[in-house]
């Protein structure tokens, strides 16, 4: 059984900084593509940053230079670093896996999912 629970949400002021973690069970980490979705009150789920099993990683415009996603297959745990968070990054935020080809930011790509984690950025 696949399983995926991230933790390391929080409450920050604009500027700050928060941690990601997101622990793999139940796949080969080391070969799928994993991947950090957000989606915010009324708004549509949004890809953030994706890390394919190749070392490879691929971020949406509006967090590039500030995100860094990370994998750490001895753990098997796929890591989201937020620096100088905005409160525009405020969302509940999604690790997804999926272990077919073409690592992209589309949702639908996915078939395992976390429950997520809530991020609020205040200005």
């Known amino acids: 059984q696949v399983r995926l629970v991230e933790s390391g949400g929080g409450s920050v002021q604009a500027g700050g900084s928060l941690r990601l973690s997101c622990e793999v069970a139940g796949l080969v980490f080391r070969t799928a593509c994993m991947s950090w979705f957000r989606q915010a009150p009324g708004k549509e789920r949004e890809g953030v940053a994706s890390?394919?099993?190749?070392?490879?990683?691929h971020y949406t415009d509006s967090v590039k230079g500030r995100f860094t996603i990370s994998k750490d297959n001895t753990k098997t745990t796929l890591y989201l670093q937020m620096n100088n968070l905005k409160p525009e990054d405020t969302a509940m935020y999604y690790c997804?896996?999926?272990?077919?080809?073409?690592?992209?930011?589309?949702?639908?790509?996915?078939?395992?999912w976390g429950q997520g984690t809530q991020v609020t950025v205040s200005s």
């Open positions: 890390a394919a099993s190749s070392g490879n990683s």
């Open positions: 997804a896996a999926h272990t077919s080809s073409y690592c992209l930011l589309a949702p639908r790509q996915y078939n395992y």
